[in-house]
């Protein structure tokens, strides 16, 4: 039996207080996004999906899944998701990435595709720095990894910037929006598979016109 090629989802979700306001679209958002991994799986038999997801403050960092197989995916509610405190973002991204890195050591056949997901700019990381950060993100894609900014209420190009990530999009509060950002990230997540399906480079091609709805 053919072994299939590893698809490892990273996301990366602000748990911060600020969050509180938009904290139910948020969570059927993501809840949607969920049922999303789980159906391009079933699109794409020649993949194999795994489940990463970890949300963040400055009063908890939380590893809810690791290296999961969608079956297990669970939804988010009240108990799981309840945004309090700062954004320690540089520290939440740290952890996540070298964790799922020193995970994927010896492993070869696989991309991984990391989603950041916030409404705020760093404000309480003790372990990292932004530069530590950005020669981590700059290394990694180098290897197959596909690194995602979603972000309202700061700047969003410019962090990116400073960060090294090309992959962004930004959305307001309003809930038409959400459910509009999600929309485009679940057709920006059947683009990244079907590339990798047709062998096309994928690196910064994550959102790009084709995630636009017609």
Same mark, same amino acid.
């Given at each position: 039996?053919?072994? #299939?090629?590893? @698809? ?9 207080? $600020? ?11 993501? =809840? ?11 699109? %794409?038999? =020649? ?8 949300? %963040? ?8 899944? %690791?290296?999961?197989?969608? $079956? ?8 799981? /998701? ?29 991309? @991984? ?17 932004? $530069? ?16 995602? /900014? ?5 700047? @969003? ?14 959305? $307001? ?10 929309? #485009?990230? #679940? ?18 091609? /994550? ?8």
């Amino acid at each position: 039996m053919q072994k #299939k090629h590893q @698809v490892h989802n990273l996301i990366i979700l602000d748990e911060s207080g $600020s969050m509180s306001s938009i904290e139910k679209t948020i969570m059927n958002g993501f =809840n949607e996004l969920v049922q999303t991994i789980q159906g391009i799986e079933s699109q %794409f038999p =020649n993949q194999e999906h795994f489940f990463s997801f970890i949300s %963040f403050s400055s009063l908890d960092l939380k590893l809810l899944h %690791f290296c999961e197989p969608t $079956s297990n995916l669970k939804k988010l509610n009240n108990q799981s /998701y309840n945004p309090n405190g700062s954004t320690p973002l540089f520290d939440a991204i740290g952890f996540g990435v070298n964790k799922l890195r020193h995970a994927l050591k010896d492993n070869t056949d696989y991309n @991984v595709l990391v989603t950041i997901l916030t409404d705020g700019e760093e404000n309480a990381s003790k372990e990292f720095s932004k $530069s530590q950060i950005r020669k981590l993100i700059e290394e990694l894609k180098t290897e197959n990894w596909t690194f995602t /900014y979603i972000g309202t209420d700061h700047d @969003v190009t410019k962090i990116t910037d400073e960060l090294s990530i090309n992959n962004i999009m930004t959305f $307001s509060r309003e809930t038409k929006d959400i459910e509009q950002l999600f929309r #485009k990230e #679940k057709m920006a997540r059947f683009n990244y598979s079907n590339k990798i399906d047709l062998n096309m480079d994928v690196a910064d091609a /994550y959102f790009s016109d084709e995630t636009d709805e017609k």
